[in-house]
């Protein structure tokens, strides 16, 4: 997925009166019930790991989700606490964490050492481990091992790979082996050299069958979800009804069945520019730094340590 950093671009009949009514039940508050008990997949209290049977539970439902990178067990621990169900250790690392211009540059090595912190900080979220480029686009053999070496050495739940039709030898493969996998469709990143950039994805009448052709072949060959990213609104809606598995979006309007966003972009870490998807819910980036100023003036001052912080 992008991240700022790496898309500056991105710009019923009515009842018969002798028919009684059966009253609606109430909706079920967040968290009123956790995947154990087959109920809301956020805030839920189970104590077990979200499955992708909970995923599948919830598009039933009719259920919403949120979901959001991360990279570290730290962050991943907070996330989980907050309920997140889902969060995804994204090659998005190469712009927001490891300090690269794109995502391309990011090895199996580096995402497996990540998603194991983060599985490490976790006790119930459903951890996604990206494969990275390079790492599936050989054949189904190549995506097999790489996806594997996630499993086995880092121990997500699942896995994702960009790419519809391109991709669905890979997905299929992986899910006969027994590997889930979260399909990414749309914008893909990883092919930025190919676009030129990071437009957006499914305009006109050509493109926008294309995206359904996509969408379907990775359903057919057994993803259980599949992101959409940069996706016009009413495509991703269009999209979204004809699955039966969850969209997850990016860019991609309000009508999927849920929505990630890259953490730093979401808590305002990064700097600068965000995409016009991406909506700030705190300013990190303000208050670390304010927090260092604060730091580094006591210890030029002389004021930290005080004589509370040292030992006798």
């Not at 930025?192 to 996509?214: F, H, I, K, M, T």
Request: some cysteine; hydrophobic content about 40%.
């Amino acid at each position: 997925m992008t991240t700022h950093a790496s898309q500056q671009a991105a710009h019923t009949t009515p009842a018969t009166p002798a028919t009684p009514v059966t009253p609606a039940a109430p909706a079920a508050a967040p968290g009123a019930g956790a995947p154990d008990g087959g109920k809301a997949l956020y805030g839920g209290k189970g104590t077990r790991r979200i499955t992708v049977r909970d995923i599948a539970a919830a598009k039933e439902r009719g259920e919403k989700w949120p979901m959001l990178t991360a990279y570290d067990a730290m962050t991943a621990s907070v996330f989980d606490e907050a309920g997140i169900p889902v969060m995804l250790v994204g090659d998005s690392m190469g712009n927001c964490h490891l300090g690269y211009e794109s995502t391309v540059p990011v090895t199996m090595d580096e995402i497996t050492i990540l998603s194991a912190a983060v599985v490490r900080g976790t006790r119930r979220a459903l951890i996604v481990g990206d494969l990275p480029f390079g790492a599936y686009q050989e054949g189904p053999v190549q995506a097999l091992r790489s996806a594997t070496r996630l499993v086995k050495e880092a121990g997500v739940g699942a896995v994702k790979l960009e790419g519809g039709e391109r991709s669905a030898d890979q997905i299929e493969l992986l899910v006969r082996s027994g590997i889930p996998v979260m399909a990414h469709i749309g914008l893909t990143p990883q092919s930025v050299n190919a676009y030129g950039g990071y437009p957006v994805q499914g305009r006109g009448e050509e493109a926008a069958a294309q995206l359904l052709r996509d969408a379907k072949a990775v359903q057919d060959a057994g993803a259980f979800a599949v992101v959409l990213e940069l996706v016009p609104a009413e495509l991703a809606a269009e999209v979204t009804r004809s699955l039966h598995v969850p969209t997850v979006g990016i860019g991609a309007g309000a009508e999927c069945d849920a929505q990630v966003l890259v953490w730093t972009d979401m808590a305002g870490l990064t700097g600068g520019r965000v995409p016009r998807f991406v909506k700030q819910y705190a300013q990190l980036r303000q208050t670390l730094g304010d927090a260092a100023r604060s730091f580094a003036d006591e210890v030029v001052g002389g004021t930290y340590p005080a004589p509370e912080h040292a030992f006798r």
